[in-house]
T-cell receptor, first 113, second 112 residues
Framework: GENVEQHPSTLSVQEGDSAVIKCTYS??????FPWYKQELGKRPQLIID?????GEKKDQRIAVTLNKTAKHFSLHITETQPEDSAVYFC????????????FGTGTQLKVEL | SQTIHQWPATLVQPVGSPLSLECTVE??????LYWYRQAAGRGLQLLFY??????ISSEVPQNLSASRPQDRQFILSSKKLLLSDSGFYLC???????????FGSGTQLSVL
């Protein structure tokens, strides 16, 4: 089955700096890659997702890049703000293939003032 | 629009007691439904999923069970809780299996 590895497990940045979280996946057939943000005690919320037919997707201060050859994808957050502090999870699945979504182990992002 | 309801928000139960957590989805038909558990500071562990009424798939052998008595209702149960059952339980739904999961607000279960 699919295996998703996520790094780093914790990340601390200064407000205004950029943050990058990286994930690798094992199944080359995976074609759907979402990112979730989970604030303390809250539900995970989908913040952005990408399919394998594109290499990059942006939504305001967040972007996701995908390298299918290397089987890795990354979340980029620019101009970080304190409200970006949360745990971020990447995930992968084979869309339309009846495969469950496999999550990474999460990255605790702390944006310091 | 679609909404997901999960209750209760918090629950404190003694070891050996039964458990019933309920989740309902509104605004959609035949959703894919999921139960996840999250231990403190840990990742998301898929417990059960269902692609239709009465269809339950188990990911992890344990003393928990799931049922889907109605199209948009998903129930997580246990006959006798263990200390290790403590955690944050999340229900989720999606239109397409394995894509764009939307989570409920979660139940914080403490087994004492």
């Amino acid at each position: 089955g699919e295996n998703v590895e996520q790094h780093p497990s914790t990340l601390s940045v200064q407000e205004g700096d950029s943050a990058v979280i990286k994930c690798t996946y094992s199944d080359s057939a995976s074609n759907y890659f979402p990112w979730y943000k989970q604030e303390l005690g809250k539900r995970p919320q989908l913040i952005i997702d990408i399919r394998s037919n594109v290499g990059e997707k942006k939504d305001q201060r967040i972007a996701v890049t995908l390298n299918k050859t290397a089987k890795h994808f990354s979340l980029h957050i620019t101009e970080t703000q304190p409200e970006d502090s949360a745990v971020y999870f990447c995930a992968a699945s084979i869309a339309g293939g009846g495969n469950k979504l496999t999550f990474g182990t999460g990255t605790q992002l702390k944006v310091e003032l | 629009s679609q909404t997901i309801h999960q209750w209760p928000a918090t629950l404190v139960q003694p070891v050996g007691s039964p458990l019933s957590l309920e989740c309902t989805v509104e605004g959609t038909s035949n959703p894919n439904l999921y139960w996840y558990r999250q231990a403190a500071g840990r990742g998301l562990q898929l417990l059960f999923y269902s692609v239709g009424i009465g269809q339950i798939s188990s990911e992890v052998p344990q003393n928990l069970s799931a049922s889907r008595p109605q199209d948009r209702q998903f129930i997580l149960s246990s006959k006798k809780l263990l200390l290790s059952d403590s955690g944050f339980y999340l229900c989720a739904w999606s239109v397409f299996f394995g894509e764009k999961l939307f989570f409920g607000s979660g139940t914080q279960l403490s087994v004492l």
